[in-house]
């Protein structure tokens, strides 16, 4: 097993290093030139040069590439042509805003997501199942940056019930905490204002990022509970006359959530990608705002950074949920 | 039943989210921007309109911008004097400025600014370069700035208050690399200006927060209510800072306020839409080192298909002002007879024929690039892309990115056919539009990318930048934008009135086009 | 026939059949059935952004467009987009998935490696970034996203092809001497096909989305080009005031990937019984 583990994490060395020069050659050949946008509005093409010259931006492409690579294993990823900041400095920064989106928008999808599978089962071949299957279809039929606006529209604009943006109100002072996730830091200092006031700006983007995420655990979690509660066991408890709603949500959930934990792990993946159209239409300060406007502006070493570092979560998902599978069904391990 | 107990859940969480909604009253001498910042915070290294409104009021200038037409003003320079040639520039420093962190701030720290922005030469350091080293800028005595320039310059003094005085001891400090103090001062601040950064609140293209200064040598007696607490927040949807405005939780939105949502403002009691006529030209430029824009006729028959009036009265609900020239209808230099050109398709289908018949491929399909975070150059290319379909012409419409679209203009062939923008006051001088946009010493740069290419132009704008006195230089240039306006080698549409939603908490809003009206010691506010 | 029973009796597939069969008429005769076709490039002023009304079901736009004729005329552009993405994503997957399951050695270790780091990539980031790089058109975001979706066709064909190439009757087939090519052409694609089909369905679906998603972001469809997406990204600008701009153009983009999802759906039920939801 530790042989499977070793030979399956070094067999992604070869794709982090294809995912580096990919992104890299693609992004460095964006036709914008940071240089010239840099220069700023009255520039000379003197000038441009010279920037170029001084950001190495003039030297050959392998060059360019064997630094970074250097740059790289020192977590070095340079300054944004645009802001002059360090690049490593602002995910730091904005990482955490990400993640705290990303783990509401799982926690959501979980939380909703089994229960409705497990109804959906109990249902079978009923309305509500019918129901929940055109609904949970639906749910990873809807396009994000719609159903944000909508969200934005009803909830923000017509009801005004939310904030339509932001992660925090203007007038509340707060200079943060050790973590970095506000809705934490604010317990931690037992800022009961600052957490409410984050725990509202934080549903309208958590629950748009979590609407693919529960459709697609409820459909998992469906699968799982029909499937167990065909095993002997149950229908040995049945017969015995065990207490139906104990044995569905004890002892059958127990059994059918294995496949959806691998699932969530994938969506984990997926949100962060998801993240980057939720954030920026709520202007959320995390990394998916950062990558929009780095591609907008041609950033390159924003975008490259950005799609290495996601790059890196999905592989690191990618080897934990082979790894898992390989625990489940060995045959799989000689395969890999 | 599990299903209704988790309904009732979510019906009670939905009760207390609306119970606590509308607790968002404005906090008392905070004032909310909403507006777009610049790249960094380093006035040396970026200027631009977000920049303006940044460093306005973080740093001092020796001379500045005020009102509408822009004045300039004695601000930290009590004075000059210029040389009879116009090669020597002397300031008088005022005495008794000090710096935020307390110290003076000296006719030396003058010339340690302007030698900084020499030395980056990043955007503000274009308008002094070309007569200007710096050997050139010495301090003779403690109050006294000289600049000795290497031939006669007319702009000079209108770009002066471009240049933000930074305090030389705090960057010197903080300099690695002999960057003169470039990575720090990106996201600090060492200035003189009515209000101090607070660096912690920093996060870029996000927010950020300034502290009125109580120590700035102004004073402040003029101004018994000031804003104590500047909080800027980037809102990238502009309907979202409207509604931001109308709920109380933003007290100013930036100047490119869509006419749509003018109406709406209005009709609330908290806020207001400030109109002011500035100095900001729109214009579709053409490619006139491409065909068919290398033709007189295929250029005019453009110029005639615009529906100028439909555009400003429909679209832009009248906030316009039709500006038949590349230059602002307000500034000195602009020519008041000239007519330019109407909105007229069968003028424009004359046009069309003779410029077929002198084989410029006008069916061609041309490609119009427009800014893609700026709707208003997209209404404006549909527009005309539907007229100009009626005549015959095919204008296909491309996405595209100011950063992308300063790269490409450096080149004829990678210039597109034409791209829509506007050229804001950076300085208030008819350089900083005809001068710079027309004299084709200029080509490779954004301003001069339709390529234009005219001698006699060419040479009342070089006269015109060689001489010192106003009254010589505006029938110059009059002269040479009525030219530019005959050759029709852009379509120009209006000059700007910039449209800015205002809380009704703030007054005495003093606005000037340099910055669009963003220097807010002037400003007033009741809780 | 039989097969076509079973599909009659799953509602929501065939719900899913009903949508896409509209979705296709709607897109071939959109020009007929709009009732102001010109809408597509022509503007009208006088009569911006009008609430929906008998004249204008769901309202006009901010040039004063007809959005029901832009949404109809919208369905064409969409599903021209997803056929060709799908199409040229099965035309690069599907090949060197059956050359990867079906070779030994090196070529099958480089052919998913490769896959391998194109699936490690971001999607979305990944498309974005491509649509910059090749300057924002409707042309280089579906360029974009046949660079990324072909290696899910891959994926699946290597997994159907190992498995069929150790079962029986091609260790027969390659016993009477039947050539490389003929094995995997004539018998192991057919038998491959079932799982291709149900991935280019949800496939058309998704690119859709997806390509809706770069039009939003700036990066695919231009005007005047009545993408749904680009539509909702125009609208922004307009809300709260002008609801039904954005609303519609989104109902469109729903009723369409919900069609091809149920009908994906439907189908993985009849064609995959390994893969079966009600077991």
């Known amino acids: 097993m530790l042989r499977f583990i070793a030979r399956r994490t070094l067999l992604a060395v070869p794709s982090l290093l294809g995912l580096l020069i990919i992104t890299f050659v693609m992004i460095r050949l964006v036709p914008a030139d940071p240089a010239a946008a840099l220069a700023g509005d009255n520039a000379t093409p003197e000038q441009v040069a010279q920037i170029r010259a001084q950001y190495g931006l003039d030297q050959p492409l392998p060059v360019q590439f064997l630094k970074y690579l250097s740059d790289v294993a020192r977590f070095d990823f340079g300054d944004s042509v645009y802001s002059s900041r360090p690049v490593a400095i602002d995910i730091v920064q904005r990482l955490p805003a990400t993640l705290e989106l990303t783990f509401a928008a799982l926690f959501l999808a979980t939380a909703l997501g089994i229960p409705l599978g497990v109804v959906a089962a109990l249902n079978h071949n009923r309305w509500p199942d019918f129901v929940l299957r055109i609904v949970s279809i639906g749910g990873v039929a809807l396009a994000t940056f719609w159903i944000a606006i909508m969200f934005q529209l009803l909830f923000a604009m017509k009801l005004d019930w939310l904030p339509l943006r932001g992660r925090s109100s203007v007038g509340i002072s707060f200079a943060g905490g050790p973590t970095g996730f506000l809705m934490l830091d604010a317990l931690l200092k037992g800022r009961l204002d600052v957490f409410w006031d984050a725990f509202r700006h934080l549903v309208l983007p958590a629950l748009t990022l979590s609407l693919g995420g529960i459709a697609t655990i409820t459909r998992f979690t469906r699968a799982g509970v029909l499937d167990t509660m065909q095993k002997d066991f149950v229908t040995y408890e049945r017969a015995v006359g065990y207490p139906h709603r104990r044995l569905v949500w004890v002892y059958v959930l127990r059994n059918s959530v294995v496949a959806s934990v691998t699932q969530i792990g994938l969506l984990f993946g997926s949100l962060i990608a998801g993240a980057v159209v939720v954030e920026s239409i709520f202007d959320w300060p995390g990394l998916g705002s950062y990558t929009v406007n780095a591609i907008l502006t041609a950033d390159f070493k924003v975008m490259l950074a950005v799609t290495l570092l996601v790059g890196v979560i999905y592989a690191a998902v990618n080897i934990l949920t082979d790894i898992v599978h390989g625990l489940i069904d060995p045959r799989l391990r000689d395969q890999a | 039943m599990t299903l209704t107990r988790r309904e009732a859940g979510v019906l009670s969480i939905a009760a207390l989210i609306a119970a606590t909604a509308g607790a968002k009253a404005a906090t008392p001498g905070v004032m909310v921007r909403s507006d777009n910042q610049p790249l960094n915070l380093d006035p040396h290294q970026v200027f631009d309109v977000p920049m303006m409104g940044y460093s306005l009021n973080a740093y001092d200038t020796l001379y500045r911008y005020l009102d509408n037409p822009p004045k300039l003003t004695p601000w930290i320079a009590e004075s000059h004097t210029s040389s009879e040639d116009g090669l020597i520039w002397d300031f008088k420093i005022r005495p008794g400025v000090k710096f935020h962190d307390g110290s003076d701030l000296t006719a030396a720290d003058v010339v340690w600014s302007f030698q900084r922005v020499l030395k980056i030469a990043r955007a503000p350091a274009a308008a002094f370069r070309p007569i200007l080293t710096a050997e050139q800028i010495t301090a003779p005595d403690p109050s006294t700035v000289r600049f000795t320039l290497s031939r006669p310059y007319g702009p000079f003094l209108a770009a002066i208050p471009i240049v933000a005085i930074v305090n030389p001891r705090v960057l010197k400090a903080n300099e690695k690399n002999d960057d003169w103090g470039a990575s720090w001062l990106a996201s600090n601040e060492a200035g003189s200006g009515a209000y101090k950064l607070d660096a912690a609140s920093y996060a870029p293209n996000e927010k950020y927060e300034m502290n009125r200064w109580d120590g700035h040598w102004y004073g402040w007696k003029d101004n018994p209510k000031p804003v104590q607490k500047i909080a800027s927040r980037t809102v990238k949807e502009t309907s979202t800072g409207v509604l931001g405005l109308l709920n109380g939780s933003i007290d100013m939105t930036d100047s490119y306020l869509p006419t749509d949502q003018v109406e709406q403002i209005s009709a609330s009691k908290v806020a207001r839409v400030e109109k002011n006529v500035s100095a900001r030209t729109f214009i579709i430029r053409m490619n006139n080192s491409k065909a068919p824009f290398d033709n007189i006729n295929a250029r005019k028959c453009f110029a005639h298909a615009f529906n100028y009036k439909g555009f400003i009265e429909d679209i832009l609900k009248g906030y316009a002002e039709r500006d038949p020239t590349p230059m602002p209808t307000t500034l000195w230099g602009f020519p008041k007879d000239v007519k330019g050109y109407e909105y007229d398709l069968d003028k424009a289908r004359d046009y069309f024929k003779k410029a077929m018949a002198e084989g410029a491929p006008m069916r061609r399909p041309i490609q119009i690039h427009i800014q893609n975070t700026l709707e208003q150059t997209n209404q404006a290319a549909q527009l005309f892309q539907s007229d100009l379909a009626q005549i015959g012409v095919n204008l296909r419409i491309v996405n595209d990115t100011w950063a992308n679209m300063t790269t490409n203009t450096a080149k004829p062939e990678t210039s597109p056919d034409m791209w829509v923008h506007w050229v804001s006051t950076y300085f208030a001088d008819p350089e900083n539009w005809v001068g710079q946009m027309y004299d084709s010493q200029f080509h490779g740069t954004w301003k001069a990318s339709s390529w234009f290419k005219n001698a006699e132009v060419d040479e009342l704008l070089r006269k015109a930048r060689g001489l010192v006195k106003q009254e010589e230089r505006a029938p110059l240039y009059e002269q040479a934008t009525r030219l530019i306006v005959e050759q029709s080698p852009d379509i120009f549409i209006y000059n700007t009135v910039e449209l800015k939603g205002v809380s009704n908490r703030l007054s005495t809003m003093r606005f000037c086009p340099v910055g669009s009206g963003t220097e807010m010691r002037w400003v007033q506010m009741t809780s | ?279």
């Open chain 3, 1 to 279: 026939m039989l097969i076509l029973k079973k599909f009659a009796q799953d509602k929501s597939a065939v719900i899913g059949f009903a949508i896409v069969v509209a979705v296709v008429f709607i897109a071939v005769f959109g020009p007929w059935l709009a009732p102001y076709p010109q809408d597509a490039t022509m503007s009208h002023l006088t009569r911006r952004l009008r609430p929906p009304s008998w004249a204008f079901p769901f309202g006009t736009d901010n040039l004063g467009r007809d959005i029901l004729s832009r949404v109809i005329l919208g369905a064409r552009g969409a599903l021209k987009v997803s056929l060709l993405v799908v199409g040229a994503s099965m035309a690069i997957g599907v090949p060197l998935g059956l050359a990867a399951g079906y070779s030994r050695g090196w070529l099958s270790e480089a052919i998913m490696r490769v896959t391998d780091v194109f699936l490690a990539l971001p999607q979305l980031i990944l498309a974005l970034a491509l649509a910059q790089l090749m300057g924002p058109s409707l042309e280089s975001a579906m360029i974009a996203l046949v660079a990324t979706y072909w290696p899910f066709f891959t994926r699946i064909v290597y997994a159907e092809t190992r498995r069929l190439r150790a079962s029986l009757f091609v260790d027969a087939l390659e016993g009477l001497g039947a050539s490389p090519t003929r094995i995997v052409f004539l018998h192991i694609l057919p038998n491959a096909a079932s799982p291709i089909i149900v991935r280019a369905t949800i496939g058309l679906g998704f690119t859709i989305l997806v390509a809706a998603t770069l039009g939003f972001l700036g990066m695919g469809a231009t005007p005047p080009d009545p993408d749904w997406g680009l539509a909702i990204s125009q609208s922004r600008t307009f809300l709260p005031g002008a609801w039904w701009y954005a609303t519609f153009p989104g109902l469109a983009i729903l009723v369409t990937v919900l069609g091809f999802n149920l009908l994906g759906d439907g189908l993985r039920d009849i064609m995959d019984p390994r893969l079966r939801r009600s077991r």
